[in-house]
């Protein structure tokens, strides 16, 4: 079975750094894409971007480009999604998913971690 | 960016009828590789998506086939045929065409 499995909900004040995980586990690890994906009220589901765990290729969507950081570590079969200063505007559910056929769908997502950022 | 448009933004219906949802998309979806990447996903309330559908019509596995989905170029559409209790969410559209990948605004499907 395809499982997801990310870290837990956390709440961090702005400015913090805070580093969140993807373990992936019932498949072959470096061969699929992992996306990450944003869900707030406002603006709904947003695609972050893209890594492929197999040589670390990682595509990142304009808006997200410089406040993000997607890595993986394949030796665990893990992804994480990663800021280095945070805003109260990056409050949101954070999900990551497995991206088939050249991550042109999402075919397994994991459960989701709340991000809270607040003073 | 492609911009993905839903309509209706919430739908209604009455179990055991039919719902239809359209996605609109700013520009053709048509990939250089032949394919349309268009996918209709739902989110049940307090899960994460899933997959529903993918290249406009190709049920995933497991997804019952009360569902279809449909549509060429910018215009595309996903069917519930008797709609169930199960079935209630939000539905969304996504291209992935082209980066970034983008979705639709969400239908919320809800029960009369």
């Known amino acids: 079975e395809v499982r997801l499995v990310q870290s837990e909900a956390e709440v961090k004040e702005p400015g913090e750094s805070l580093k969140i995980s993807c373990k992936g586990s019932?498949?072959?690890?470096?061969?699929?894409?992992i996306a990450w994906v944003r869900q707030t009220p406002e603006k709904g589901l947003e695609c972050m971007g893209i890594?492929?765990?197999?040589?670390?290729?990682?595509r990142y969507s304009p808006s997200f480009k410089g406040h993000v950081t997607i890595s993986t570590d394949k030796s665990i079969n893990t992804a994480y999604l990663q800021w280095s200063s945070l805003k109260a505007s990056d409050t949101a559910i954070y999900y990551c998913?497995?991206?088939?056929?050249?991550?042109?769908?999402?075919?397994?997502w994991g459960q989701g971690t709340l991000v809270t950022v607040s003073s | 960016d492609i911009v993905m448009t839903q309509t209706p933004l919430s739908s209604p219906v009455t179990l055991g009828q039919p719902a239809s949802i359209s996605c609109r998309s700013s520009?053709?979806?048509?990939?250089?590789?032949?394919?349309?990447?268009l996918s209709w996903l739902q989110q049940r309330p307090g899960q994460p998506p899933r997959l529903l559908i993918s290249k406009i019509s190709n049920r995933f596995s497991g997804v019952p086939d009360r569902f279809s989905g449909s549509g060429a170029g910018t215009d595309f559409t996903l069917k519930i045929s008797r709609v169930e209790a199960e079935d209630v969410g939000v539905y969304y559209c996504m291209q992935a065409t082209q980066f970034p990948r983008s979705f639709g605004q969400g239908t919320k499907l809800e029960i009369k």
């Open positions: 019932g498949y072959s690890f470096t061969t699929y894409w």
């Open positions: 890594i492929y765990p197999g040589d670390s290729d990682t």
């Open positions: 520009q053709s979806l048509v990939h250089s590789d032949g394919n349309t990447h």
């Open positions: 998913a497995r991206g088939f056929e050249m991550a042109t769908m999402f075919d397994s």
